[in-house]
């Protein structure tokens, strides 16, 4: 089963515009991590939150986590066509492997 | 080269046959896992190893197996393959500490 589910399940922008994808989960967990996949090709990790924090920010890239709703957002500000792909979430929790999303298919239209 | 090299990453093959997928790394990881890739349903887990003596199942196990011939070597065998395991097959890797997998390019597997 899976332990994340992402929303929206696709997401259609135009270039330029802020994308937020939201993540809900629901065991307890010690990290959520956020992944890229361009078509048919493997996962890229792009940023980890431990359930510590509540935000963390890499470039254009800013996530959010709050452990009181299980939650967690990824924010790509100032979208690009090449960041059109899927994107995954993904918990570490008690068990010794990450458990993902079904991912939430992001369109930036030029 | 990549860091986790999937061989192969396309293959066509029939019901009841014998496959094998192959991984490698070159991060020093010691830690492997495969996983499934089906339409809508995100990834999920099939097996993974924390070094050479420990593998363990995954969510999804029943059908399959694997090997870890060494560090840098995790591969998976479906025995008596089935239409319903035609699906892109993931190997990944990480370090002890969860900070992150890398993942191969993956193999699309279809069972005909």
């Known amino acids: 089963s899976q332990q994340g589910e992402e929303d929206p399940q696709a997401l259609s922008i135009q270039e330029g515009e802020n994308a937020t994808m939201n993540c809900s989960y629901k065991?307890?967990?010690?990290?959520l991590q956020w992944y890229r996949q361009n078509s048919g090709r493997g996962l890229v990790h792009l940023i980890l939150?431990?359930?510590?924090?509540r935000e963390k920010h890499s470039g254009r890239l800013r996530v959010t986590l709050d452990t009181s709703k299980k939650s967690s957002s990824l924010l790509i500000t100032a979208s690009r066509a090449a960041d059109t792909a899927s994107y995954f979430c993904?918990?570490?929790?008690?068990?010794?492997?990450?458990?993902f999303g079904s991912g939430t298919q992001l369109t930036v239209l030029p | 080269d990549a860091d986790v090299t999937q061989t192969p990453r396309n293959r066509i093959t029939k019901t009841g046959k014998r496959i094998m997928l192959e991984c490698s790394q070159t991060?020093?990881?010691?830690?492997m896992y495969w996983y499934r890739q089906d339409p809508g349903l995100g990834l999920r887990l099939i097996y993974y190893?924390?070094?050479?003596?420990?593998?363990n199942k995954g969510e999804i196990s029943d059908g399959y197996s694997v090997s870890r011939q060494a560090q840098a070597k995790f591969s998976l065998s479906l025995e008596s393959a089935i239409p319903n395991q035609t699906a892109l097959y993931f190997c990944?890797?990480?370090?002890?500490?969860?900070?992150?997998?890398?993942f191969g390019s993956g193999t699309r597997l279809t069972v005909v």
């Open positions: 990944a890797t990480s370090d002890s500490g969860f900070y992150g997998y890398t």
């Open positions: 991060k020093g990881h010691d830690r």
């Open positions: 993904a918990t570490s929790g008690s068990a010794r492997q990450l458990t």
């Open positions: 065991t307890s967990i010690n990290n």
């Open positions: 190893s924390f070094d050479v003596k420990d593998i």
């Open positions: 939150i431990r359930s510590n924090e």
